[in-house]
Structures are given as C-alpha cells and as structure tokens.
C-alpha cells in the first residue's frame, strides 16, 4: 500500500515568516494530494489539494508544489499568522480510490 | 445544517468491554470512514463504507466491527476493547461531485481503555 512520509513533526516560526512542511509518497500511481488542517479539538479540515496533472496551486498564503517524478509535494505558507497554528497532515491516494493514506503530521506553532 | 457528528465525544471504558461509536452525517454522502489518530501515526483507515449495506477494511481493522444499515449511519463496534485501542476516533464523510474528493471529518470521540 500507499506510505506516506512527513517532515518535520513540528514547526515554529515568527508571525509574518513562511512555513514549508514536505511529504513524500511510495506508489507511482497516486495521482490525488490533499493537505489537512487540524485545530484543537476538531477534526481535520481540507485546506487545499493538488491532482498529479498540475505541478503548483495556490490559494492566498498557501501553495502547494507536486514533484512526480522524486514522488514528494510540499506545502507553503507564506506570512503565517497565529491562526496558523495547528496540526497540519498531507495524503495521498489515487483519484478513483476514495481511500486516503495521511503523513503522521507537521504541529505549527506561530510565535506572535 | 447539522454536517456530521460524532457521540459520545469522549468514552472511558474497561478492558474486555464492548463499546460503539456513532456517527451520523445530514448530506447523504455515499462515503464514510472510520480512523483512529495515534502521535507519531497521523490517521490510519480502520474501515469504510461505499454504501449502505457495503464495508470493506482499511488499513488497521483487526478488533473492530461496522455496519451500515442506513446511509446516515456508520456506527464502529469494539467488541472486546484493549488499552491498545486508546485513541481518537474519527468519522469523515465524502461524495464524489464536481471532481472533489474531499472528506468531511466529524469532532472525533477520545477513547480511553483501562
């Protein structure tokens, strides 16, 4: 199956610097990326996904990166912000397949 | 709009007992799953539902139970629980339209084992 590797397992940044937090992916035929946010006590929530056919998105602060080829995608944030705080996860998993296989997740704490 | 729910938010229980976990989402999405969320493991797929009345296992089933009778529903059984099953446990939901994939995640139920 799918092994999805995460790095770093936290993060601590100044308010205002950007954040990169990098997966990589074992099975060449994953073709779907989503990235997850968690806050405290909540569930994971979608934040942005990238299909293998596009190699960057972006969506205000956050991007989004694919590399196929090395098989690793990151996430960006860009003047990260104390709501920024908070659990992040990558997955991976082929688009016709609806299950995913997350990373073990990145904590982002911004320093005000 | 209610979205998807989870009870009972959190579950402390003994070792050899069964407990349920509930799950209940208001958009009649084809899709439901099952993980458990563990440091150090992010969420792990322990079941899923195409359908009602359709489960097939993920990736850490072994000790758990499901069932779909209704398309709403997709309660997960222990049916003898171990510490080992301590965790938080959450329920998603998803339905393919306009080529999204998206999986809406209910509050999670904290499970205690002693």
């Known amino acids: 199956g799918e092994n999805v590797e995460q790095h770093p397992s936290t993060l601590s940044v100044q308010e205002g610097d950007s954040a990169v937090i990098k997966c990589t992916y074992s099975d060449s035929a994953s073709n779907y990326f989503p990235w997850y946010k968690q806050e405290l006590g909540k569930g994971p929530q979608l934040i942005i996904d990238i299909r293998s056919n596009v190699g960057e998105k972006k969506d205000q602060r956050i991007a989004v990166t694919l590399n196929k080829t090395a098989k690793h995608f990151s996430l960006h944030i860009t003047e990260t912000q104390p709501e920024d705080s908070a659990v992040y996860f990558c997955?991976?998993?082929?688009?016709?397949?609806?299950?995913?296989?997350f990373g073990a997740g990145t904590t982002v704490t911004v320093r005000a | 709009d209610a979205g998807i729910t989870q009870s009972p938010r959190y579950k402390i229980t003994e070792t050899g007992r069964q407990v349920t976990l509930m799950c209940h989402q208001t958009?009649?999405?084809?899709?439901m799953f099952w993980y458990r969320q563990d440091l150090g493991h992010g969420l792990r797929l322990i079941y899923y539902?195409?359908?009602?009345?359709?489960?097939d296992k993920g990736e850490v089933p072994d000790g758990y139970v499901v069932s779909r009778s209704k398309t709403e529903n997709f309660p997960l059984t222990l049916e003898s629980a171990t510490r080992s099953q301590t965790s938080v446990y959450f329920c998603?939901?998803?339905?393919?339209?306009?080529?999204?994939?998206?999986?809406?995640f209910g509050p999670g139920t904290r499970l205690t084992v002693t």
């Open positions: 997955a991976a998993s082929w688009a016709g397949d609806y299950k995913l296989s």
């Open positions: 998603a939901s998803s339905e393919r339209s306009s080529g999204s994939y998206e999986q809406y």
């Open positions: 958009w009649s999405h084809s899709y």
């Open positions: 539902s195409a359908a009602a009345d359709i489960t």
